[in-house]
């Protein structure tokens, strides 16, 4: 047996549902709302149907865990700018088309930008050594799963002393997303599907203030669809119970203290920052900057360009998704006009964006 | 971005990188956010990073449950059954 088919037993599944159902009535007539934090749990969520197979009394909505869909405008039009300027940008596939104030990277590349896209962004530094003329810059959005990597490169760049390579961060870190959210009282979330890898990087253990200051239930989980459905019957287990802790469900990969190494990188070349999400404003903290000592890879300095708030469409409803306020389907833009190739915002950009996600497959009858 | 499925390291090269493999597809990954990476080792990789090292007693012990849970329920039920992923949009999934 392939290790993901381990997760994906048809008749496991039945049997998880069957405890959903017998859990959801241990609830009573009380409803309770989870939200799953992690674009790659929404992507699960969304391919294998598994809110069907959830009690009637149990939602589960999504939160702001697709690093895209949370970028503010403003970052894409600072690239912009600095492509403008001459500069080649490098970046992961899932930025080019997230709308900035007057378009996105994809328009500016068939318009004649250099945009490179890469799988790693060690290759970018590959682009570098190759045109050791030309102006480098890497677009550093993502969680601390993605900053770990992001530090590594800042790390190797000095190593090789690339002088034509630097960063536009817009690196965010999830915890004080949570803050925010659960200082939201008309939100009223009851418990966190916590993420599987961004939880590697920084441990199990960074949930433990919303379950015992917060009283949200919260499991930590990882995303083929099995893992999805025992993590929710592992939260609703505790409402049931009527406790909060924090149940690490992703033990083969995720530990209490996380990957020291990766928090000892973050912590040599970022310091937080207070950062703009969409749908939840400036979270305190929530950025991750470039160091003291590093400001000469910070391509908003070279270039000086800083990054400021751009124009959302006023029509998306993006925030709102972002936040488990609506479903997707509930934006009358979504399907007509806004698909995954021509997106009016960005929670239909990215693959692990909520929109995207209940856009492909909404032929099966998602909620 | 997150790839969940785990490689298994075959070669450490002296720059902090090595290569991982799965079914016999190979790649070149950095080591640098794992303490003393060893061949052997299963990753996790994003964005051509090594992020963590797989647990394999806790990954065989999570999939005898889920094992057991299917056998319970296809045992009561007299057959096997299917859960297919539905066909995506894009023909992706
Ligand atoms: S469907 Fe499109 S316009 Fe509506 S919220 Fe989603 S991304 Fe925004």
């Not at chain 1, 993420?195 to 200051?213: C, D, F, K, N, W």
């Not at chain 1, 499991?219 to 893992?227: C, I, N, R, S, Y």
Request: charged share 20%; proline share 7%; hydrophobic share 45%.
């Amino acid at each position: 047996m392939r290790y993901v088919d381990g997760f994906r037993l048809p008749g496991a599944a039945k049997a998880l549902t069957q405890e959903l159902a017998r859990l959801g009535d241990a609830l009573g007539p009380r409803r309770v709302k989870l939200m799953e934090v992690c674009g790659s749990h929404t992507m699960a969520i969304a391919r294998y149907g598994l809110k069907d197979l959830l009690p009637a009394n149990v939602r589960l909505v999504s939160g702001p865990g697709c690093p895209v869909c949370v970028t503010d405008p403003g970052y894409v039009d600072a690239a912009l700018a600095l492509a403008e300027r001459g500069a080649a940008l490098a970046t992961f596939g899932d930025m080019l088309r997230v709308p900035g104030s007057r378009g996105s990277l994809a328009d500016a590349r068939a318009a004649g930008a250099d945009v490179r896209v890469f799988y790693s962004p060690v290759q970018a530094l590959e682009w570098a050594e190759a045109e050791p003329d030309q102006a480098w810059v890497v677009l550093a959005v993502g969680f601390e799963t993605t900053a770990a990597p992001l530090a590594a490169l800042a790390l190797e760049i000095r190593r090789r002393g690339l002088g034509n390579v630097t960063l536009l961060t817009a690196t965010k870190t999830v915890p004080p997303a949570l803050d925010a959210l659960v200082a939201d009282p008309a939100l009223a979330i009851d418990g966190f599907l916590c993420p599987a890898h961004v939880s590697a990087i920084i441990g199990a253990r960074a949930y433990l203030p919303y379950a015992e200051e917060h009283g949200r239930a919260c499991v930590v989980a990882g995303f083929e669809p099995l893992d999805v459905l025992y993590g929710v019957k592992g939260l609703l287990e505790q409402l049931v119970a009527g406790v909060a802790r924090v149940d690490n469900q992703y033990e083969r990969v995720v530990r209490w203290e996380g990957n020291p190494a990766a928090q000892r990188a973050i912590a040599r070349v970022f310091v937080p920052v207070d950062a703009p999400w969409r749908g939840l404003g400036v979270v305190p903290a929530s950025g991750l900057a470039l160091g003291p000592g590093l400001a000469d890879l910070d391509a908003s300095v070279r270039f000086e360009r800083p990054v400021t708030a751009g124009r959302v469409n006023p029509a998306c409803r993006c925030g709102d998704v972002l936040k488990g306020v609506i479903e997707p389907a509930e934006c009358r833009l979504f399907g007509a006009p806004c698909v995954p190739e021509r997106p009016l915002g960005p929670c239909m950009v990215s693959s692990e964006g909520s929109c995207a996600a209940a856009w492909r497959y909404s032929g099966r009858g998602a909620r | 971005m997150c790839l969940a499925v785990p490689m298994t390291v075959v070669e450490l090269t002296p720059d902090g990188g090595g290569v991982v493999e799965l079914e016999g597809v190979r790649r070149s990954v950095r080591l640098d956010l794992l303490d003393d990476p060893q061949v052997g080792d299963v990753v996790i990789v994003h964005a051509g990073f090594a992020i963590e090292t797989l647990d394999a007693a806790e990954a065989e012990a999570r999939m005898a449950l889920f094992a057991r849970l299917a056998a319970t329920y296809e045992r009561e039920l007299g057959g096997p059954v299917t859960l297919a992923a539905p066909p995506s949009r894009d023909g992706e999934g």
